[in-house]
């Protein structure tokens, strides 16, 4: 295989990713027993689906759908909720819950990248790789309880007050970043990745002439380092659905969870597109990094054929 | 205590776990008991303040909740929410895996393409994302842990898959098999034995015994959100208690609730989930 196929089919991935996750929901609507208007206007509880189905686009098939929807939603629209905030912009809800999130996947990405770099550097002792997988094992509802009952002890009756916020964000984002082996899964992989690397012959000879294992094996780790990091990230977004809900930060996942809860596919529609582009992104981010160290690795060293002509 | 005892012990206490765990859900009663206030525990005015802890009352070794409604009925029920689909869930990233670590030893160079191709696009998204969108996809009738833990296992194969093949990989692939051949083995006893038996069965038991420990974790976090939400849940029928109503129980000991023991009860079930899938891990641990 090409070096350059990879990185091609991530970027075609990377791509298609957000244009294809609401179709697919928009097929599975439309498959499902009965009529999408029927979610919104339950057949005895109103009248009028015919008029309601018409005005929310619903009445034409799912491609008249979903295509209005996608052309809508680059330019921001994401539609309208079809029963947690009923004829509500869903936009009002992405603009409100999306910081939240983010704030706690950066929060959460920090106990990962610091693990994943210190264990690069070899600076964490083996012996405390036990304690990472014992705190590992911990699923991420578990200890959400726990920052939701400290939170809930320590300020309870307090409102007005910004610091349950932020510490919701901080423990919400320190539980995504140990919970379910997170960070074990940072600092044992990255340490396996170099490990490994290390074993080579370049790497052997590279330390012979008094360089350094990092500054060598770095470009060669690096894809798959970037891969790891990906997953890691999506892991925790993964989490942050559990933890928003338990702890109560009203971000993307809880959104999504609520629309689930509600049947709301307006809303489940956005929360899903949200989440595919920024999937999407990472993909495009992961490749994009491929190539660069791909050429960089290529690139051929100036000075060598001079000196093996000498 | 030598390497193969240890791993021995191991395995026993894997099994014994995973067993009590399927014995405890096909004992599970259907419906609990109907509440008895004369179970709980009270104040100096009759109020209610909670349930009765261990031992406390005939019937319920494991105390009652605020209803008297005995807790180990709630712990049996939990179990049969997850025994099967746990167990179906690991069995399924077992064989995909398993299927994995034999393409890249074939060296079918389309297939291996095709299974990473399967890997980047089914591990695209984030899991719960994808799980939640089945959840409210799912027909009425269908809204129970089986589907979601299987789509969940399809989610997690991908690592699984990876990890098998880098294992087949660094045996040398078909090189390995062609080395084999020479000494006059047969297909089945290379591939089945030499490959997946000695070689593949670290990383196949591993995958499996996590993915289901993260079905039951799964199973009461979805219970959990559902129960927090007031809501019911899509993983099991209204009938059944979720490991997760355990949790919820306890939840209320931080409002000075005389329910302490539910909490000590779900954390014991969810470590003992844990311990069985660490078990496994080290029972089939390479030599």
Redesign the interface.
């Known amino acids: 295989?090409k070096w350059w196929m990879r990185p091609l089919?991530?970027l075609v991935?990377a791509i298609l990713?957000p244009l294809v996750?609401p179709a697919l929901?928009t097929g599975?609507?439309w498959a499902?027993?009965g009529d999408p208007a029927s979610i919104i206007c339950p057949p005895g509880a109103c009248d009028g689906r015919d008029a309601l189905a018409a005005r929310w686009g619903l009445d034409q098939g799912p491609l008249h759908f979903y295509l209005n929807w996608i052309s809508a939603a680059a330019t921001g629209d994401f539609g309208r909720s079809w029963t947690l905030m009923a004829g509500s912009p869903v936009y009002d809800e992405m603009v409100s819950s999306v910081p939240w999130t983010a704030l706690l996947v950066l929060l959460a990405l920090v106990p990962l990248v610091l693990g994943t770099v210190l264990a690069a550097l070899g600076w964490l002792p083996k012996v405390l790789d036990y304690v990472w997988q014992l705190v590992g094992?911990a699923?991420?509802?578990?200890l959400a309880?726990i920052v939701?009952?400290y939170i809930?002890?320590t300020w309870g009756a307090t409102f007005g007050d910004w610091r349950p916020d932020l510490a919701k964000l901080v423990l919400g984002g320190l539980v995504l970043g140990v919970a379910?082996g997170a960070l074990a899964g940072a600092v044992l992989g990255t340490r396996a990745v170099f490990e490994e690397e290390v074993k080579q012959r370049y790497v052997q000879i590279a330390l012979l002439r008094g360089e350094t294992v990092l500054a060598n094996a770095l470009p060669n780790v690096l894809p798959a380092m970037i891969g790891q990091m990906r997953?890691r990230v999506?892991?925790v977004?993964?989490?942050?659905?559990?933890v928003e809900?338990?702890v109560g930060i009203p971000g993307l996942?809880q959104l999504?969870?609520?629309?689930?809860?509600k049947?709301d596919?307006g809303v489940?529609l956005a929360?899903?597109f949200a989440?595919?582009a920024f999937?999407?992104l990472l993909?495009l981010v992961q490749a994009i990094s491929e190539i660069a160290v791909a050429l960089y690795v290529r690139r051929s060293p100036s000075g060598v054929l001079e000196e093996a002509v000498q | 205590m030598s390497t193969q005892r240890f791993r021995a012990l191991w395995l026993a206490v894997g099994c014994a776990l995973l067993g009590a765990l399927i014995c405890a859900g096909m004992l599970a009663p259907e419906f609990v008991d109907p509440p008895n206030l004369d179970h709980v525990s009270k104040d100096e005015y009759g109020s209610t303040v909670g349930g009765l802890g261990f031992f406390v009352v005939e019937g319920a070794p494991l105390g009652t909740n605020e209803y008297g409604v005995p807790l180990h009925q709630l712990a049996l029920q939990g179990a049969s929410i997850v025994a099967f689909p746990a167990a179906l869930a690991g069995l399924l990233v077992m064989a995909f895996a398993t299927f994995a670590g034999l393409v890249r030893c074939a060296d079918v160079a389309w297939l291996d393409t095709a299974l990473q191709a399967f890997g980047e696009i089914t591990g695209a998204l984030p899991r719960m994302v994808v799980v939640l969108v089945v959840a409210l996809l799912l027909p009425y009738d269908w809204k129970y842990l089986l589907p979601i833990a299987l789509v969940w296992a399809v989610l997690a194969s991908p690592a699984a898959m990876d990890e098998a093949a880098a294992s087949a990989g660094r045996l040398g692939g078909a090189r390995f098999v062609e080395a084999l051949r020479a000494h006059g083995f047969s297909a089945i006893r290379i591939y089945l034995y030499h490959v997946v038996w000695m070689n593949l069965r670290p990383v196949i038991v591993r995958q499996g015994a996590e993915v289901m420990m993260q079905v039951v974790f799964l199973e009461i976090a979805l219970s959990y959100l559902a129960l927090a939400s007031n809501a019911p849940s899509f993983t099991h029928a209204e009938n059944l208690n979720s490991w997760a109503e355990l949790l919820y129980l306890g939840y209320s000991w931080i409002l000075d609730r005389h329910l302490g023991h539910a909490v000590f009860l779900s954390f014991a079930l969810i470590a003992v989930t844990a311990l069985m899938a660490q078990s496994f891990r080290l029972a089939a641990r390479a030599r």
């Not at chain 1, 699923?139 to 578990?142: C, F, L, S």
């Not at chain 1, 977004?237 to 559990?242: D, E, F, T």
């Open positions: 295989m089919v991530r991935a990713l996750v929901i599975a609507l499902l027993p094992i699923p991420a509802v578990i309880l939701a009952a809930t002890i379910d997953g999506l892991h977004l993964s989490g942050a659905v559990i809900v338990v996942g999504l969870w609520d629309g689930t809860m049947q596919f489940v929360a899903t989440f595919s999937s999407g993909m």
